[in-house]
């Protein structure tokens, strides 16, 4: 692993940040408290699971030391992370939303298991429901360009878990990686974008 391509794992990492961080402002008046709880606490633990696994890999890279918490602790971070916004978004798609409403009963607790496929089946499902409920966003609002993209967004995540179960020690599996993952990030910035610019923030109520 070289240092240039540990500072490249950035890249997406701040491409989901600035994604994140322009939902949170146009959806934070259309959301419950309880609802945006979630997603804020969710795209933010999706942060810094992704800060974690880059620093790993630049503290790797300069030959400082293997911290193996930092790369641990990423994929059930990250998948508890995408779990959560999704249950925010589909909150606000699917419940009516109020200054009173709270969500009860939900919370995440690590669990360490022998096999990560309970992690991986809540990262795909975690990835499909947010992206989804996006892409309902996107139709109501007439926006396909802004649909296009998150599907696209999603393929390429759903890509980037497939490339992390091969052979990275061949550098060149690790640059692939990392554009598809850029591409995945990427797309859902300029679908977010799109919304954005579109009057997200401005919109009535997205629920139906």
Known sequence: MSVPMAIVDFIPVAL???AAVILQRDLYNKMSKGAFALFAAGTITV???????AAWKLIYALGICDFVALNKTFFPMQTTGFVL????MIALLCHKQSEKTTLYGIAAVPVVYASNMIFVVLMVLGVF??????????????KSAA???YLISFIFIMGMGYL????FANPLMNWIGEGVNIVGQGTFLLGT?????????????LRK
């Not at 916004?85 to 925010?88: D, E, Q, R």
């Open 147 to 149: 649909l296009a993209l």
């Open 164 to 167: 992390s179960s091969q052979d």
């Open 85 to 88: 916004a999704a249950l925010g």
């Open 193 to 205: 974008w799109i919304l954005h610019k579109n009057g997200l923030a401005e919109a009535e109520a």
């Open 129 to 142: 429901c947010l992206d989804v409920s996006l892409m309902v966003i996107a139709a109501r609002r007439k």
């Open 47 to 53: 942060f810094v699971a992704g800060c974690f696994k």
């Open 16 to 18: 989901f940040l600035t």
